[in-house]
């Protein structure tokens, strides 16, 4: 089993910075792919970023520029440094984990952007 525990969310101005954090536990040995992504109310979840295990990094179009994926392989932490947010951006952040043919999903933590 894998277990992830996202922080870092919180209430942010527009134009603000948070940083989020996924800690994972468990059988780590042979997670392939870690990632963010997000699910506004009434919306469908939907891919941020996410950084295969050699290294190469991938993101939505809408994050591009503003959002970097991060990981410390010693901590078995993945970050997302969320930079230049707008209230668009507001959602519950999700970390997933893929190991094998199974993934692993964290319970949530809440981004607000707004003035």
């Known amino acids: 089993q894998v277990q992830l525990v996202e922080s870092g969310g919180g209430l942010v101005q527009p134009g603000g910075s948070l940083r989020l954090s996924c800690t994972v536990s468990?059988?780590?040995?042979?997670?392939?792919?870690m990632g963010w992504y997000r699910q506004a109310p009434g919306q469908q979840r939907e891919l941020v970023a996410t950084?295969?295990?050699?290294?190469?990094?991938n993101y939505a179009d809408s994050v591009k520029g503003r959002f970097t994926i991060s990981r410390d392989v010693a901590k078995n932490t993945v970050y997302l440094q969320m930079n230049s947010l707008k209230p668009e951006d507001t959602a519950v952040y999700y970390c997933?984990?893929?190991?094998?043919?199974?993934?692993?999903w964290g319970q949530g933590t809440q981004v607000t952007v707004s003035s």
């Open positions: 997933k984990a893929v190991r094998g043919a199974r993934n692993y």
């Open positions: 468990g059988s780590v040995f042979g997670i392939s792919v």
């Open positions: 950084v295969i295990s050699g290294g190469t990094t």
